[in-house]
């Protein structure tokens, strides 16, 4: 009868069934055994250098998208301030008056600035849809997780919310 307690106990409603949390499987606590002292230092240099890294690569990923999507802008305003009268040296540029006038060239540099804030916005969607893609953020670590022993790249794989 005390097992068929237990059971009920997690019945909610006419059909909806809690499930407990899983045990955890640990002989210290219900994170695992504490490590020593250098491991514990070793181990949390060796996490804020992970981190170090997967920050590194979420800002090298940052770059190479807003490059990549801001491009067509920034050749716009390139080739609009180049042909500038007030800009342009003929000796090494080798535009001529006759190549582009300035109101052409105001007209792509106007264009270059209209088009670069919906394209920051693009760049900045396809940016967050790849950091959720590759889960970068999930690779993040705490450093108190140097504390206790146990495999540091387990939770990549299942995320799970216990309530």
Known sequence: SGRGEKEEEFWIGEGVKMLP???AHSEGSAWGSRRGRCGCVACGAALVLWNLC?????ALLLAV???VVLLPAMLLLYAGFLCHSRVR????????STDCSDLFCSALIILGFVMMSPLVVVA???????????RLLLLIQPITRARYQGGLLDWVGS?????
């Open 65 to 67: 998208v807003f490059s």
């Open 89 to 96: 040296c003929q000796q090494r540029c080798g535009f001529s």
């Open 124 to 134: 900045a969607a396809v940016f967050c849809g790849l950091l959720r893609r590759f």
């Open 54 to 58: 997967v920050i590194l690569a979420s």
């Open 159 to 163: 995320v799970h919310a216990w309530v």
């Open 21 to 23: 949390p899983p045990v």
